[in-house]
């Protein structure tokens, strides 16, 4: 962290970025937040927006259009820049493209001297992180991506809803790939402090392991979903943002599914996937490594591979 006051660069003004810009002036998240796109009049006009709405927000957030000079004295900066998800495209497709648009970005922040945290949304987001990872030469806890926690989300309103209970009252965690290979280990899912998988057991009626495989299914598939009906994602991703940077600047130690680079846990390396993770005020401080059945490690293992194998020949330099 740079100082006393809370500053956050957002690279990419588009749905994604002005979702977690509006949801961080909502929750007052920090101090200063800058804009920066290649379409400099959109931050602008995106800034003076977003500054007309803070009489009636809960903080006097500092906002304003910038470049990349502005990340210098940053203590986070999120990059939600790419190009857009078309219908039927999945993240892996947007890969090559988005390399080349990260080449750009990447290269003039560390130029200006910035010290603190990469959060990276474009997608596909495991391997852009990585990218980052490569391109930065930051340290791996420092560089982040947004990973399964709106996945994980998605997952805790859908079981909440099934179970008719509070969605904060259930913990379940949505692992791997943010993409076609993410699963569910339901082994480590619990309402409370029961097991799902308890629940089902003794309401045998009411409950069922189908609906649950139906509901995995569900979360997967529903980015799909929203952009076949409204063309792209957002807001979810957004709000999701804001939690992870709350976690951050607050030094809260919480335990989010974020893309972490792996060196050795549940077996894998050089990989980043999401997986529960411990965030604080320098980024990751530790990946919580669950106690998966060998049905789950091993499809685990596959979306590593996945990953892997979609990162290799990638030209980051």
């Not at 190009?83 to 999945?90: D, L, S």
């Not at 949505?174 to 899912?189: M, R, T």
């Given at each position: 962290m740079t100082g006393m006051t809370k500053k956050i660069v957002l690279v990419g003004t588009g749905m994604v970025g002005m979702s977690f810009a509006y949801a961080a002036l909502n929750q007052g998240v920090c101090d200063e937040l800058v804009l920066c796109d290649i379409n400099k009049e959109r931050a602008v006009g995106e800034a003076m927006d977003l500054n007309h709405g803070l009489p009636f927000a809960r903080s006097n957030m500092k906002i304003y259009a910038g470049d990349y000079s502005d990340c210098k004295d940053a203590d986070i900066v999120i990059i939600?820049?790419?190009?857009?998800?078309?219908?039927?495209?999945?993240?892996?497709?947007?890969?090559?493209?988005?390399?080349?648009?990260?080449?750009?970005?990447?290269?003039?922040?560390?130029?200006?001297?910035?010290?603190?945290?990469?959060?990276?949304?474009?997608?596909?987001?495991?391997?852009?992180?990585?990218?980052?990872?490569?391109?930065?030469?930051?340290?791996?806890?420092?560089?982040?991506?947004?990973?399964?926690?709106?996945?994980?989300?998605?997952?805790?309103?859908?079981?909440?809803?099934?179970?008719?209970?509070?969605?904060?009252?259930?913990?379940?965690?949505?692992?791997?790939?943010?993409?076609?290979?993410?699963?569910?280990?339901?082994?480590?899912?619990?309402?409370?402090?029961?097991?799902?998988?308890?629940?089902?057991?003794?309401?045998?009626?009411?409950?069922?392991m189908e609906h649950l495989k139906e509901i995995e299914e569900q979360v997967r598939t529903a980015a799909y979903k929203i952009i076949s009906a409204k063309r792209a994602t957002y807001y979810g991703i957004g709000m999701a943002l804001t939690r992870i940077v709350k976690a951050i600047l607050n030094d809260e130690n919480s335990i989010l599914t974020v893309s972490t680079k792996l060196n050795g846990e549940y077996g894998i390396n050089d990989v980043y996937i999401g997986v529960p993770s411990v965030i604080g005020r320098n980024g990751i401080k530790q990946v919580i490594e669950l106690s998966l059945t060998d049905e789950e490690t091993e499809k685990l293992h596959n979306s590593a591979k996945i990953l892997a194998d979609s990162f290799e020949g990638l030209k980051c330099r």
């Open positions: 939600a820049a790419g190009v857009a998800q078309k219908e039927g495209e999945t993240r892996l497709d947007l890969l090559q493209r988005n390399v080349d648009v990260f080449r750009s970005i990447i290269t003039p922040i560390v130029k200006s001297g910035f010290n603190g945290i990469f959060l990276v949304a474009t997608n596909p987001v495991d391997i852009m992180t990585r990218v980052t990872y490569e391109l930065s030469r930051f340290g791996s806890g420092r560089v982040i991506g947004s990973g399964t926690t709106l996945d994980s989300a998605r997952l805790r309103y859908l079981l909440g809803d099934y179970l008719s209970v509070d969605p904060k009252n259930v913990h379940a965690y949505v692992i791997g790939e943010h993409g076609d290979s993410e699963f569910v280990p339901f082994s480590q899912a619990i309402v409370a402090t029961k097991s799902i998988i308890s629940v089902i057991q003794e309401d045998s009626t009411s409950y069922k």
